[in-house]
């Protein structure tokens, strides 16, 4: 299955009928409604693929958030019955390439802006490593559950999950949730690496909401290569890392906004002892938009 084309200069937030998206500074969440589960079926796969190359080209926007207004479900997983429809016919060959959900992954983990997801209910085997490829995970206590149900039936978890998730959790921790194809609830998963927090259930929204509209306010380019810096820490080694990052900082010595912002940052009390005290309140109050 193969992603729709990148070409989406044309469209707009309209044009999708399995996501309800909003705009707010910066800020595009994405509301995923697909009743009665949010099975992610070949449809809503398309729509989330269309939906990543719409915003990944947007100038306008510099946060990404997918949830769902579902309480018991962000996506259960993949369609099984769009699987058995896969072809098997002949030797099972190589990729020398992304395509497809790999594709899709791919392009929500190095797209130039900061991709949240809000996980208040249930995630599983897709929708799980769509999850994982994104930047930062937050789930509700007593609500989110994360499992990769396909060693079970007879696959394996085949969008990413396999690689993304020991990076997450450990070796050990990632053979446990897919061999065993066991729930994992909230706080295991915050403990274990997989979310970045486990809230209650009605602080998940507000928090998310508020740390997405926070980073839409820093710099862009300071966003999207700091975002790339992390990246390289998973593609490269230490050495060839610790290269990467300087380079990506004195590229950004160099952008328009730099240096007001660091000039705003001293004049706002940065590094008097008031101000450091109070440090990460005040840099959310330096202006970079003019």
Known sequence: ??????????????????????????????????????????ALFRELAKFSAHVAGDDSVRVVVLRSDNP???????????????????????PTEHVGFHDMCERYRTMPKATIVEIGGRVGGGGSELSMSCDMRFGALGRTVVNQMEVPIGILPGGTGTQRLPRLVGRGRAMEIILGGV?????????????????PADELRPFVTELACRIAKFPPEAVALAKQSVNAA?????????????????????????????????????QTREGEMRVADLVAEIRTDG
């Open 72 to 94: 018991d479900f962000f996506i259960a997983h993949f369609d099984v019955s769009a699987i058995l429809s896969f072809p098997a016919d002949g030797p099972a060959e190589r």
């Open 234 to 270: 998973d593609e490269l080694p230490l050495r060839e890392g610790m290269f990467e990052e300087r380079y990506l900082f004195q590229r950004l010595l160099r952008t328009p906004q730099a240096k007001p912002a660091m000039e705003q940052f001293l004049e706002l009390g940065g």
């Open 183 to 199: 729930d994992l609830d909230a706080r295991t998963a915050e403990q274990w690496g997989y979310l970045n927090r486990a809230l």
């Open 1 to 42: 299955m193969n992603s729709p084309s990148d070409k989406t200069s044309g469209m707009t937030d309209d044009d999708f009928e399995m996501l309800r998206i909003e705009r707010d500074a910066g800020v595009v969440f994405a509301a995923i409604d697909a009743p009665p589960i949010n099975v992610m079926t070949p």
